[in-house]
């Protein structure tokens, strides 16, 4: 029963999320949802392997990674800075979670979840960024960049909470 609560409240908190994203002018891929589970079953899968815990959606991780990933499908970008010059570290005090450790991939053109982290893994640093021992928490943003270009763009954010 708690985690059918708790999977419930993941649910709805991506559901705002994507919402807000879509009212912001934010082009979200209709399939959101399944790309960004497939994205952490691949995740975790990685984790796994190499005996990490596996990560669990935070809704505020969910929130700072799908503005970064609207920001960045607006410039047709794979930045680490906000077109308004924030950081990792302002997204993540903009949606008030306190960390003690973040981390953040960026990507863009990768038309499944289960490609992104492949290519991710294939990156030293994006890699480490996926097998952080200290990180518990991901949020994951998924946008899609205006016409012509119509690429999907990516943001995963990794961290532990204080």
């Known amino acids: 029963m708690l985690l059918r609560m708790r999977l ?3 649910a709805a908190s991506t559901l705002l999320c994507l919402g807000a ?3 912001a002018g934010c082009a979200i891929p209709p399939n959101a949802d399944a790309m960004q589970k497939e994205l952490l079953a691949h995740l975790n899968a990685e984790r796994k392997a190499r005996g990490l815990s596996a990560l ?3 809704a505020k991780l969910d929130k700072a990674a799908q503005g970064a990933a609207c920001d960045n ?3 047709r970008s794979i930045s680490h800075v906000s077109s308004d010059g924030g950081t990792l570290k302002t997204r993540l005090r903009r949606v008030g979670y306190g960390f003690r450790t973040a981390a953040e991939n960026t990507g863009r053109g990768f038309a499944t979840g289960a490609r992104a ?3 991710w893994m294939h990156s030293p640093h994006h890699k480490d960024n996926i097998l952080l021992r200290k990180a518990r928490d991901v949020g994951v943003g998924i946008a899609v960049s205006p ?7 990516w943001i995963l954010v ?3 909470s204080k």
């Not at 016409?147 to 763009?153: G, T, V």
């Open 21 to 23: 994203a879509a009212q």
């Open 158 to 160: 990794v961290g532990a």
């Open 73 to 75: 499908a607006k410039r």
């Open 56 to 58: 669990t959606l935070s």
């Open 8 to 10: 419930a409240a993941i």
């Open 117 to 119: 982290v492949e290519w």
């Open 147 to 153: 016409a012509p270009d119509n690429k999907i763009h």
